[in-house]
């Protein structure tokens, strides 16, 4: 009740209120534009964030991540092209919907859901983040490291087809974080002179270039069939019989949503999937699935946008992103000095209540943004994408550059873009780097402290309750992760033979 009382007192300030707003606006216009994602949305607006005030700061991106996963569903309802990898699901029933002539029906069921799965999300993240960090002040160095190596253990659930790519994504991200300073010694490490790399190379710098710079240089070589989207489409909610028949199949969105987006690795795709299957096996009208169903519409929709908020839970108590756009807010954290975990709510109560009134705000103003931006969305989508790309590159050069009026900053952006698109073109997965990024400092500082207090006697590491905990799921984590991989390898093999055997027997 604190909590709910506290965060209330921000809805009333006006700085908060205009950052939610402004996030939603954004994210709506980004999330609509295919193949520019939430985390590119976000990014784009990490370098503005730098002399706003850490509460409106965090608000902002928090509230583009929201609008961003709606937005998605414009293209991909209208063009059968997704503006963001969750919206995929909604182009099953939501452009068969066009199809029929119902386009306005489609896009008003995706925002209706959308809010509902927001203002539900909202609330799981009101109701676990507080609980989980409740722990804050039994942490200890040795705590703070095991945290660190659990973080850096979600890798092996987010490195898609190979583990050993992760890995070596995610040693890319861990020496990016040793160049500077010595957390311990104090000497300088990997500067090669340049008195620029003393403080090392900021998180922005790196995300920007990865997920935005990289993607514009994907585009530039890539030939895109433009289709275009009915000009006059009008936003339409469904009636009340309507609403009543999509409860159930929003309902099964939000709680798939909850549990996928306190999982680290799962994100919105999974959930949106999940949701609509699950609305499909137990809809009374599961024939009407994959044929313009507007259950298979409202149960992904709200499934994605729940993941929105409650992906927020292990960023909070933890401080550990599950998904490129929660890595890229912990990017905005880090840039006011803030680092998200277990002493996060004592020490930046302020910026977590900002949070949470500013996330309401953003869930309730989506539905009249939603409103208000869709002609603009239509135009956007269907803009040739070459304008769009030169805009958005003008975008990131000037924020990055207006961070510390810099050209060596533009020139580490640009590198970390080449290195983004070598990525993509090899299939290395962007996320274990960035883990490996902004965990990289927490692991080490905290390890060697841990050392020094115990006179290099690495059973402390074991001595600590909390730090034995955190290193055993860690384990779990990593355990998993290779047992599914091992499986699935064997099935690959046993299906194989089974081809072959079945061929000689032809």
């Not at 590198?415 to 990024?437: E, Q």
């Not at 965990?439 to 500082?445: A, D, Q, W």
Request: proline share 5%; hydrophobic share 50%; charged share 10%.
């Amino acid at each position: 009740m604190e909590t709910l009382l506290a965060s209330a007192a921000y809805l009333m300030e006006l700085k908060i209120l205009v950052a939610a707003l402004a996030g939603v606006a954004w994210g709506i216009m980004g999330g609509a534009l295919p193949g520019i994602s939430p985390s590119i949305t976000m990014a784009l607006l990490l370098p503005f964030t730098y002399t706003m005030e850490p509460g409106s700061a965090i608000v902002l991106l928090a509230s583009t991540y929201v609008g961003a996963e709606y937005g998605g569903s414009v293209p991909a309802i209208l063009i059968r092209t997704p503006g963001t990898n969750a919206a995929a699901a909604a182009v099953l029933d939501g452009y068969e919907m066009n199809k029929q002539g119902k386009p306005g029906l489609a896009l008003g069921i995706s925002l209706y859901s959308g809010v509902i799965g927001s203002l539900f999300g909202l609330t799981m993240l009101i109701l676990l983040s507080g609980p989980l960090a409740s722990v804050a002040l039994a942490f200890t160095p040795p705590a703070y490291f095991a945290l660190g190596v659990l973080g850096l253990s979600v890798i092996a659930t987010l490195s898609g087809e190979s583990l050993v790519k992760g890995f070596i994504s995610a040693l890319l991200g861990l020496m990016v974080a040793t160049i500077g300073t010595d957390p311990v010694a104090g000497s300088n490490r990997f500067t090669f002179g340049s008195a620029d790399l003393l403080s090392g190379i900021a998180p922005v710098m790196i995300m920007v270039g990865l997920f935005a710079m990289s993607e514009l240089l994907v585009q530039a070589g890539t030939k895109t069939s433009e289709i275009k989207a009915a000009s006059r489409t009008k936003l339409q909610f469904p009636g009340f019989k309507l609403a009543r028949r999509l409860v159930f199949p929003q309902s099964i969105g939000c709680v798939i949503g909850t549990f996928e987006g306190v999982m680290p690795g799962a994100g919105g795709t999974v959930a949106s999937f999940m949701s609509y299957n699950e609305a499909r096996r137990w809809s009374r009208k599961s024939e009407e699935f994959g044929k313009g169903s507007p259950e298979g519409i409202a149960a992904p929709e709200s499934a994605n946008n729940a993941v929105a908020e409650t992906a927020l839970v292990p960023l909070l108590s933890f401080g550990i992103p599950g998904s490129n756009s929660t890595a890229i807010l912990l990017g905005g954290f880090l840039i006011h000095g803030i680092r998200p975990g277990p002493m996060l709510f004592e020490r930046s109560a302020d910026v977590v209540h900002s949070l949470y009134a500013g996330l309401f705000t953003a869930a309730v103003a989506l539905l009249f943004i939603g409103m208000a931006l869709l002609p603009l969305c239509i135009w956007l989508v269907n803009r040739p994408r070459f304008y769009l790309n030169a805009f958005i590159y003008a975008l990131i050069l000037s924020g990055i550059y207006s961070i510390h009026n810099s050209l060596f900053d533009l020139g580490i952006m640009m590198a970390a873009g080449v290195v983004g698109y070598f990525m993509r073109m090899f299939r290395f997965p962007f996320l274990p780097a960035v883990l490996g990024l902004v965990l990289g400092y927490l692991v080490e500082s905290n390890f060697r402290r841990s050392l020094v207090l115990s006179g290099d006697d690495l059973l402390i590491f074991i001595d600590d309750r909390i730090s034995l905990g955190l290193l055993s799921l860690a384990f779990i984590f990593v355990a998993g992760s290779l047992g599914r991989r091992f499986y699935k390898f064997i099935r690959k093999q046993n299906k194989a033979e089974n081809h072959t055997s079945a061929e000689e027997k032809a």
